[in-house]
């Protein structure tokens, strides 16, 4: 099993819509949680960490599932902006640090 | 905000020459940084944790001899691609966490060719 998996899409939706992206992960003792968004040639850029208690930040709001080991990436009122791929990135800090990027979810907003 | 600043952008060499891309903290010290390798409509790839002060600590299958890793300083680590084949083209990019309430904030990538 890989250390973090996510659906690759793309996920093709029309303008206004909303989309919703899930993230598993395999170590328990991972400790930070984070959704990137990566436009094509260009570096990773953070969109907002993950707490347990769920966070919103306009449009998009993350949760996460430490049971289910999972995160989730809402994307509401979706703009053609938002086309990129999205990164779910799990950190562990305990004596070394560890960074685990999934594969990423390539979103597509369609006009 | 944390920025990284990494160089060069570009670079193109010409096979069996070494190529040097620079990664520096700005405003944040770094004692760690990690460096991933990103081929085309492929996601990142950590190859190796760069230590300041030790010795960088690799994936499994990232050849250390030739990809050389030095963390000198708290805000400079380079990653050196000796002997550089055509297969070694790729995305490079370095990043780093300011402390444990950041996430992690990426250089702006190296797009080497080696032809």
């Known amino acids: 099993r890989k250390e973090v998996e996510q659906d690759p899409g793309p996920f093709n939706v029309p303008e206004g819509a909303t989309v919703a992206f899930n993230c598993t992960y395999s170590?328990?003792?991972?400790?930070?949680f984070f959704w990137y968004r990566q436009d094509c040639r260009k570096e990773p850029k953070l969109l907002m960490s993950?707490?347990?208690s769920g966070n919103e930040d306009g449009r998009f709001t993350a949760q996460l599932n430490r049971a289910s080991q999972y995160i989730s990436l809402l994307i509401r009122d979706s703009k053609l902006s938002d086309s990129a791929t999205y990164l779910c990135v799990v950190s562990f800090s305990g004596g070394y640090q560890k960074v685990t990027f999934g594969t990423g979810t390539k979103l597509q907003v369609i006009p | 905000g944390a920025v990284v600043s990494q160089h060069p952008s570009r670079v193109i060499c010409k096979s069996g020459t070494s190529v040097k891309i620079e990664c520096r903290s700005l405003d944040f010290q770094a004692t760690t940084m990690f460096w991933y390798r990103q081929f085309p409509k492929k996601s990142l790839m950590l190859m190796a944790t760069?230590?300041?002060?030790?010795?960088?600590?690799?994936e499994q299958g990232v050849e250390k001899d030739k990809f050389l890793i030095n963390h000198a300083s708290l805000t400079l680590s380079t990653l050196t691609v000796t002997s550089a084949h055509p297969e070694d083209s790729s995305f490079y990019i370095c990043s780093a966490r300011p402390d444990i309430y950041y996430g992690y904030t990426f250089g702006s990538g190296t797009r080497l060719t080696v032809v």
């Open positions: 170590n328990s003792a991972s400790q930070s």
């Open positions: 760069s230590n300041e002060g030790s010795k960088a600590t690799y």
């Open positions: 993950v707490y347990s």
